[in-house]
């Protein structure tokens, strides 16, 4: 995976002391808060790679942490502001250094990947820290802004569907099939030779079904839950609709998949999954959310998947770094085609 110049030397990038990064010193709106701030470009440990950047994914777990909302993400992130300040988790570009441990990867590495926010440094700024154990080569065939679009919501919707048990003649729908998960899931899912139904707005019908979904429904124009079809697996990205409803579409043993909530501004999705938990102690049906720590192992899956053509990401929209803040206040509209991704 090193990349080396004829001599065989490994290459090297010159790097900077300081970089520009998008910074919040407070919570709130992402127009209100964040801002391109001149800050030293991140340390290295033995264990990290230092990535130049040069595309970041947005995802709703991003404006989330800009507003502290749900406020009972403050208890781990900062009662006062976030830790760390530059937001983004979701990164594509070229290493520029790697600590004194690291062997898989070399300066001059196109990577990609999703960094927790605990042990990464953001990725809407110039360079950004992540462990190698979250990287893996960028996929050959697409480009920098594709693979950031894709990394944390093709994780999530690759894992989903293998704790589905996802196959050939399972019926499985996806509530929200044209958003970042969404997209990502019913690509997967068909390719795994599932019976997908996707549901979203009007606009995004022909999007969906070109995404190889057999069935899809205008939630504008029908109500979903009142539907005749029973379904194996429900992969609910949205939250708004009452789980008993949700459980009407589930065969007697079927599995719904929470990977979202709507409990407020305190207690975000808590409620939801509490409630879907207790339910699955009572009922046949299994009601679960789920959280993993991605691996250069997971990316790897994924990225065999794009290779194979069976994941290609879309992008609704790109912005420019010193515009984060804009991109942010379009993903919060819960309306996204696809990605919206920043470029460096």
């Given at each position: 995976?090193?990349?080396?110049?004829?001599?065989?030397?490994?290459?090297?990038?010159?790097?900077?002391?300081?970089?520009?990064?998008?910074?919040?010193?407070?919570?709130?709106?992402?127009?209100?808060?964040?801002?391109?701030?001149?800050?030293?470009?991140?340390?290295?440990?033995?264990?990290?790679?230092?990535?130049?950047?040069?595309?970041?994914?947005?995802?709703?777990?991003?404006?989330?942490?800009?507003?502290?909302?749900?406020?009972?993400?403050?208890?781990?992130?900062?009662?006062?502001?976030?830790?760390?300040?530059?937001?983004g988790q979701d990164v594509a570009g070229t290493v520029a250094a790697v600590g004194?441990?690291?062997?898989?990867?070399?300066?001059?590495?196109?990577?990609?990947?999703?960094?927790?926010?605990?042990?990464?440094?953001?990725?809407?700024?110039?360079?950004?820290?992540?462990?190698?154990?979250?990287?893996?080569?960028?996929?050959?065939?697409?480009?920098?802004?594709?693979?950031?679009?894709?990394?944390?919501?093709?994780?999530?919707?690759?894992?989903?569907?293998?704790?589905?048990?996802?196959?050939?003649?399972?019926?499985?729908?996806?509530?929200?099939?044209?958003?970042?998960?969404?997209?990502?899931?019913?690509?997967?899912?068909?390719?795994?030779?599932?019976?997908?139904?996707?549901?979203?707005?009007?606009?995004?019908?022909?999007?969906?079904?070109?995404?190889?979904?057999?069935?899809?429904?205008?939630?504008?124009?029908?109500?979903?839950?009142?539907?005749?079809?029973?379904?194996?697996?429900?992969?609910?990205?949205?939250?708004?609709?009452?789980?008993?409803?949700?459980?009407?579409?589930?065969?007697?043993?079927?599995?719904?998949?929470?990977n979202s909530g709507n409990g407020g501004r305190i207690l975000g999705p808590l409620?939801?999954?509490?409630?879907?938990?207790?339910?699955?102690?009572?009922?046949?049906?299994?009601?679960?959310?789920?959280?993993?720590?991605?691996?250069?192992?997971?990316?790897?899956?994924?990225?065999?998947?794009?290779?194979?053509?069976?994941?290609?990401?879309?992008?609704?929209?790109?912005?420019?770094?010193?515009?984060?803040a804009a991109a942010l206040e379009r993903v919060a509209t819960k309306h996204v085609?696809?990605?919206?991704?920043?470029?460096?």
């Amino acid at each position: 995976m090193s990349a080396a110049d004829p001599s065989g030397r490994p290459r090297t990038t010159p790097i900077p002391r300081t970089m520009t990064a998008m910074v919040q010193d407070r919570y709130g709106s992402p127009a209100q808060v964040l801002t391109p701030h001149e800050v030293a470009v991140p340390t290295l440990g033995d264990d990290d790679v230092l990535v130049r950047v040069r595309a970041a994914g947005v995802n709703p777990a991003d404006v989330f942490l800009t507003t502290g909302r749900p406020a009972m993400m403050r208890l781990v992130l900062g009662l006062r502001r976030p830790r760390p300040a530059t937001r983004g988790q979701d990164v594509a570009g070229t290493v520029a250094a790697v600590g004194a441990k690291v062997t898989t990867f070399r300066p001059g590495d196109d990577v990609y990947g999703e960094g927790d926010f605990g042990k990464t440094t953001g990725s809407y700024a110039e360079y950004a820290r992540l462990p190698c154990t979250v990287l893996a080569p960028k996929p050959a065939g697409l480009t920098f802004e594709q693979a950031a679009a894709i990394a944390m919501v093709g994780l999530t919707a690759h894992r989903a569907m293998r704790v589905a048990k996802v196959g050939p003649g399972r019926r499985v729908l996806i509530n929200g099939a044209s958003g970042g998960v969404g997209h990502a899931a019913v690509q997967i899912a068909t390719a795994l030779g599932a019976e997908v139904t996707g549901v979203c707005s009007t606009r995004n019908v022909e999007m969906v079904t070109a995404l190889g979904a057999t069935d899809v429904i205008d939630y504008t124009r029908s109500e979903f839950t009142e539907r005749s079809e029973r379904y194996d697996v429900i992969l609910d990205n949205v939250a708004n609709v009452p789980l008993r409803r949700l459980r009407r579409l589930l065969t007697p043993r079927g599995l719904l998949i929470m990977n979202s909530g709507n409990g407020g501004r305190i207690l975000g999705p808590l409620p939801r999954m509490a409630t879907g938990f207790l339910l699955s102690l009572v009922v046949p049906q299994t009601l679960r959310s789920f959280s993993f720590t991605p691996t250069t192992a997971d990316l790897l899956a994924l990225t065999e998947l794009i290779d194979s053509g069976a994941l290609t990401p879309v992008i609704e929209r790109t912005y420019p770094l010193v515009d984060a803040a804009a991109a942010l206040e379009r993903v919060a509209t819960k309306h996204v085609a696809g990605k919206v991704v920043i470029v460096v």
